[in-house]
């Protein structure tokens, strides 16, 4: 593996895994060559060109496994809520999204997130300096591969918000800011314009009404287009059967190629891997469960150790790959998920976002989205991700300037305010 495989194999590579939902072995046919179970030592794995270690080079090693276990674990929770259809999260861009938010944290609150974004026993600013470099590291237009990473930062123009947590958004996130009123109907257009560019249109809403009293909103937007090493061609794409989750069969266009991949198999699934651009730098995992083996079973046991196992045992054979065209698109309020994993008490009034404010506040919504296209030629991806945080103290509309004009008889009075002592009272009903 060269060293930006593992950077994005470990926080990206999950995407094949979830989108589909493929059961049926029909998805790839099965030869008694291909169905041999390979497991090989860690030696013979097959790197691709210039790697020479599984962890050679790695880019915030920390980070990114603690982008792995906390995606994975993500991935876990909401699949049980709906087995039956499609599931596309970024471990990515939701945990950069969160760790930017986790920025602000103290107290029980930070214990928290710290938990669930597997950051525990991690300072601030290593973590900081890993996702800049991991931004730096990923964002790339070679040949056959564009990627993109972005975050923004939009403030209540009208609300505390400490310039250092500011600061750390810019220097470390290449956070875009902006001070705005969200009363003003305008912005949620804005930032979905905005949104809708870094994700070049696939995701041209994410935030809806904003309230007038929301203290700021985080957002990370994930773009990704890849051309495969080697092409699938378009002639050999045919109508296959193709297993719904529920045993439904149905016929749906499959595209196939014969090459050279890693692959690994055991009796419970196959995995194959498939390599974009053409220095092979990232790729597209597939884990098929054998006919017998639904998919919740995999997915029960996709920890960070044997994912990791996963990753490493393929190794180089000849064969033949057939696996569905599609497009398919999710989203997702994560609040729910992220309760359930641990990080409840961020969501309610006990919340401490001390280091971002000086006002009591929460966060109020995360939201995430993300699509993806899959066809001869390659595959294309966005991720958007937002965080809402909000005051939770009773926030008053501000009112309206008045206007006192004393055209009329009034009454007046002169009082010691310590005291309360009255020393003049009176009634003017002619001021000449």
């Known amino acids: 593996?060269?060293?930006?495989?593992?950077?994005?194999?470990?926080?990206?590579?999950?995407?094949?895994?979830?989108?589909?939902?493929?059961?049926?072995?029909?998805?790839?046919?099965?030869?008694?060559?291909?169905?041999?179970?390979?497991?090989?030592?860690?030696?013979?794995?097959?790197?691709?060109?210039?790697?020479?270690?599984?962890?050679?080079?790695?880019?915030?090693?920390?980070?990114?496994?603690?982008?792995?276990?906390?995606?994975?674990?993500?991935?876990?929770?909401?699949?049980?809520?709906?087995?039956?259809?499609?599931?596309?999260?970024?471990?990515?861009?939701?945990?950069?999204?969160?760790?930017?938010?986790?920025?602000?944290?103290?107290?029980?609150?930070?214990?928290?997130?710290?938990?669930?974004?597997?950051?525990?026993?991690?300072?601030?600013?290593?973590?900081?300096?890993?996702?800049?470099?991991?931004?730096?590291?990923?964002?790339?237009?070679?040949?056959?591969?564009?990627?993109?990473?972005?975050?923004?930062?939009?403030?209540?123009?009208?609300?505390?918000?400490?310039?250092?947590?500011?600061?750390a958004m810019t220097q470390h996130y290449g956070a875009e800011v902006a001070a705005v009123d969200f009363a003003d109907a305008a912005i949620p257009s804005q930032i979905n314009r905005w949104v809708s560019d870094q994700t070049r249109g696939h995701i041209p809403t994410l935030v809806d009404q904003i309230d007038p009293n929301q203290l700021l909103l985080l957002v990370n937007a994930l773009y990704f287009k890849g051309d495969w090493t080697t092409a699938f061609d378009p002639a050999l794409t045919t109508d296959q059967p193709f297993t719904l989750a529920d045993g439904t069969a149905i016929q749906h266009p499959a595209m196939e190629r014969r090459g050279s991949f890693n692959y690994f198999a055991t009796d419970q699934w196959q995995a194959v891997s498939l390599p974009y651009g053409p220095e092979e730098t990232l790729s597209f995992e597939i884990i098929l469960p054998a006919e017998d083996v639904p998919l919740s079973e995999v997915v029960a046991q996709l920890t960070p150790e044997a994912w990791a196992t996963w990753m490493g045992q393929g190794r180089r054979r000849d064969g033949l790959v057939q696996i569905p065209r599609f497009t398919t698109a999710y989203e997702a309020d994560l609040i729910p998920a992220l309760t359930r994993l641990g990080m409840g008490v961020a969501f309610t009034d006990a919340a401490d976002f001390s280091g971002l404010t000086s006002l009591s506040a929460a966060i109020n919504q995360v939201r995430h989205k993300t699509t993806l296209e899959v066809t001869e030629s390659g595959a294309e991806a966005s991720a958007a991700t937002v965080i809402g945080i909000m005051p939770t103290s009773i926030m008053v509309d501000p009112e309206p300037p008045f206007a006192l004009r004393v055209d009329r008889p009034f009454l007046v009075a002169l009082r010691d305010r310590p005291t309360g002592v009255l020393l003049f009272v009176g009634t003017i009903a002619d001021p000449r």
Do not use: K
């Not at 895994?17 to 794995?45: C, D, F, I, K, Y």
């Not at 603690?66 to 809520?81: C, K, P």
């Not at 938990?115 to 931004?135: K, T």
């Open 1 to 167: 593996m060269t060293p930006r495989w593992n950077d994005i194999a470990l926080g990206l590579g999950i995407v094949a895994l979830v989108a589909g939902g493929w059961r049926s072995a029909q998805s790839m046919p099965q030869s008694s060559e291909s169905l041999t179970p390979n497991p090989v030592p860690m030696e013979t794995v097959i790197m691709p060109p210039g790697a020479d270690s599984l962890t050679d080079g790695l880019v915030a090693p920390d980070v990114v496994a603690a982008q792995t276990a906390f995606g994975l674990a993500l991935l876990r929770d909401l699949y049980q809520e709906a087995p039956q259809d499609n599931l596309l999260i970024s471990p990515l861009s939701v945990a950069m999204a969160l760790t930017m938010a986790y920025n602000g944290a103290a107290g029980d609150t930070q214990a928290a997130m710290a938990e669930v974004l597997r950051l525990q026993g991690l300072d601030l600013d290593p973590i900081n300096q890993g996702n800049q470099a991991l931004m730096e590291r990923l964002a790339t237009t070679a040949p056959g591969l564009d990627i993109a990473i972005a975050n923004g930062l939009w403030m209540n123009q009208n609300l505390p918000v400490y310039p250092s947590f500011v600061a």
